[in-house]
């Protein structure tokens, strides 16, 4: 703001200078005084602004033009306009005085209600809370919110102010208080109230704690008027305590049901006396102290004075005690069947008392006979007094019948069974004549089951009289159908997991006295091995085979597939070492030459020695020597390496045998005189012709060779 109002002072100065320069100069830039003629001013003329032709006493200032009584006409603030200094730039532009597009606060004179009274510019909201109209108390000139009052600073009580004109005040719904806000709220937030000072609540307790205003008496609360403060306290609702110590009256004076809680409808039938069983700590739990009764039961439980027998008591005497205790009529703590009048079934006729339930067993009344005064179970069955056969009982619903792993039979329980126990059970087969299965048909009696394996009738060749498991033995001349059809691993023993691959024909190899030991005759088979040990038929080579042809019997026998009788090295595939590697067959012992070379290069499949290897490589066999030549003579590391003593001239005799020539006996030529060397003569086996002359061209004396021999034991 003081930026332009700088400005304006510059404008001010540059119109004094310039002034006469633009009246003698219509084209005269108005920016070059400082004053830019932007806006609504561009269209005034010049007169419009310098008066009677003055240019140098023409001030700059909106209101030296905009303002009532001056020597130029222009628009002045209306009678309605805001209390603001004259300063019109600090809220307008040059383009429109309508269009405001800033309110400079500091410039607006008188307080914020002058102008925010939502008339002139936006003032409280109907929803505002009721306050005064010193805006500036909670706003501020920046924005509406957040909109703070500053408590702080007041001094007088709540209520001077929050009196519902002032400021918000008690809602039409508030509790009966006194106008000390502050004791229930801060100047935080109005609500939730911080805590409710009861010594500031008017009125009784029920004027606010009816449910509506306030917590009322729950649904559950007990009978009680509406005085709370009976039983509770402002501090909390619980516990909650009624002092009956200023109590002169009886309890059914107020536990009425009227006035407190009375008798409920499931009460015992008794007098009004409450505090004969009851305490004033609590109703429950409630006892009648009957130590001081000097009388009988009966002479209270009457069904007068006290609780007596019910309609559907049984028939007694009145001895309540015997059955019961003074603590609780029911459960009875027994039954004293001494006090009991009549029989038992008088009373165990399913309605008065328990009686035979629908499954009993079909017997007399006479319940003694079976059953005790002291339990119902375990009875003792007296079977004079059951009514029927055995099955009429024994069927399973009534009493104990067959169970479900009963052999077949009839229901004449009594043709193995007796009336002492149901074990052990006894069918005497001594007095039978026919065999098993006359019986045994799974209709009489139990037969063969639906796994039983395919066989005749004739029981008896496998099993006994005494049980039918274990069988005793299997004669396999009653078994119908191949071995197989038993022998499956289901109905009978089948082949185990480590069986050898074969078909199903177990008496090709085994017999019906023994498993073991099991035989197949091989001087019936015409074909050769592989066409039943193909692995599907019979069992073929496993996995880690050497590598053959399927020509088994050239190397194994008919008797035991290991050890193999012999290898025929013919139906061998491969190279010797895939088998003589040291784990498949035999392979180099820990002294053999190392040598990559394959077996046969040294060895047959007739035998490994000796060896026959030849040195196909030189132009000399060194195993011809005549010093008899171990290999490593030459092969020092017992490898294909040779160590010469002389490699220059490696592989002739030269490379060992350097030191041994003699240059005397070896003249090479004459005119001068001249000897061989040993790299000339390196092959000891070669020619050495002595020379006429150095020339080489004329033979004087033919040695042709071969002067030295491996085979002599000298040169």
């Known amino acids: 703001m003081k930026l332009r109002r700088g400005l304006l002072r510059i404008v001010m100065l540059w119109a004094v200078i310039g002034g006469a320069a633009y009246a003698q100069n219509p084209d005269f830039d108005h920016l070059s005084t400082g004053f ?33 009584g001056g020597t130029v006409r222009a628009s002045a603030k209306p009678p ?162 009624f002092d009956h110590s200023g109590i002169v009256d009886g309890c059914g004076n107020c536990h009425n049901g009227s006035t407190a809680t009375g008798k409920n409808a499931g009460h015992i039938s008794s007098g009004n006396n409450c505090e004969d069983c009851h305490s004033t700590a609590a109703w429950l739990p409630a006892n009648f102290d009957h130590q001081n009764i000097a009388s009988n039961c009966g002479s209270c439980h009457n069904g007068v004075d006290a609780t ?141 089951h639906p796994a039983h394996i395919q066989s005749t009738n004739v029981c008896e060749d496998c099993h006994n009289v005494n049980a039918w498991t274990p069988a005793t033995t299997v004669d396999h001349t009653q078994v119908l159908g191949t071995c197989g059809s038993c022998h499956d691993g289901v109905t009978a023993t089948g082949k185990h997991p480590t069986h050898i691959t074969s078909g199903n024909n177990c008496d090709d190899c085994h017999t019906t006295v023994a498993w073991t ?27 880690n085979h050497v590598q053959t042809t399927n020509v088994c019997e050239d190397c194994h026998s008919t008797i035991a597939w290991s050890p193999v009788t012999t290898v025929d090295h013919t139906q061998v595939l491969g190279s010797c070492s895939n088998c003589h590697n040291g784990s498949t067959a035999t392979g180099m012992n820990a002294g053999h030459f190392l040598t990559p070379a394959e077996c046969d290069s040294c060895h047959n499949t007739v035998s490994w020695s000796p060896s026959d290897f030849a040195h196909t490589t030189l132009s000399y066999e060194p195993l011809n020597h005549a010093g008899n030549l171990q290999c490593t003579a030459c092969h020092q590391n017992n490898n294909p390496t040779v160590v010469y003593p002389f490699p ?60 030295h021999r491996i085979s002599n034991n000298g040169f």
């Open 308 to 448: 007596g027998k019910n309609a559907g008591h049984i028939q007694t005497t009145d001895t309540c005690e015997d059955c019961h205790t003074t603590n609780v009529w029911a459960p009875a703590l027994m039954v004293d069947h001494t006090q009991v009048l009549g029989t038992c079934g008088s009373c165990h006729d399913g309605t008065t008392a328990v009686g035979k339930d629908a499954t009993h067993i079909l017997s007399s009344e006479t319940c003694d006979s079976c059953h005790t005064t002291l339990t119902w179970t375990p009875a003792a069955v007296d079977h004079n007094d059951v009514i029927g056969t055995c099955g009429s009982c024994h069927n399973g619903t009534v009493a104990t019948g067959k169970h479900p792993a009963h052999i077949t039979s009839g229901d004449n329980c009594d043709d193995c069974h007796t009336t002492v126990a149901w074990t052990p059970a006894n069918f005497d087969h001594v007095n039978i004549s026919g065999n098993c299965s006359n019986c045994h048909n799974g209709v009489d009696a139990t037969g063969k």
């Open 36 to 68: 830019a003629l932007d806006g609504a001013h561009s269209s005034v003329s010049c007169e419009g602004c310098h008066a009677n032709a003055n240019f140098t006493a023409t001030r700059s200032s909106c209101e030296s033009c905009h303002s009532d």
């Open 80 to 241: 309605g306009h805001v209390l603001t200094s004259g300063e019109c730039s600090d809220c307008h532009i040059t383009s429109s005085w309508s269009i405001v597009p800033y309110m400079d606060h500091s410039a607006v004179s008188g307080s914020c209600v002058t102008c925010h009274n939502g008339i002139r510019s936006t003032g409280k909201s109907p929803n505002h809370l009721v306050s005064g109209d010193q805006c500036d108390d909670c706003h501020n000139s920046a924005a509406w919110v957040p909109a703070v009052f500053d408590h702080a600073n007041v001094f007088g009580n709540c209520a001077s102010c929050h009196n519902g004109n002032t400021a918000t005040g008690k809602n039409v719904t508030h509790v009966q208080t006194t106008n000390v806000c502050e004791d229930c709220h801060s100047t935080t937030l109005w609500s939730p109230a911080t805590r409710v000072d009861h010594s500031q609540v008017l009125g009784t307790c029920g004027s606010c704690h009816d449910g509506l205003v306030a917590t009322g008496k729950t649904v559950n609360h007990i009978q009680s008027s509406d005085t709370c403060d009976d039983c509770h306290t402002t501090t909390a609702w619980a516990p909650a305590f």
């Open 648 to 707: 220059a001239f490696q592989p002739d005799c030269a490379a060992c045998h350097s030191n041994d020539y003699k240059s005397g006996p070896h003249k090479k030529h004459e005119n001068p005189d001249r000897t061989y060397t040993a790299s000339e003569l390196r092959d000891c086996t070669g020619a050495c012709h002595v020379y006429t002359d150095s020339s080489l061209t004329t033979i004087k004396e033919r040695r042709p060779g071969p002067e």
């Open 517 to 543: 030991p099991a035989f197949f005759d091989h001087t019936t088979v015409a074909d050769n091995c592989f066409s039943c040990h193909n692995g599907t038929d019979a069992t073929g080579k496993h996995s």
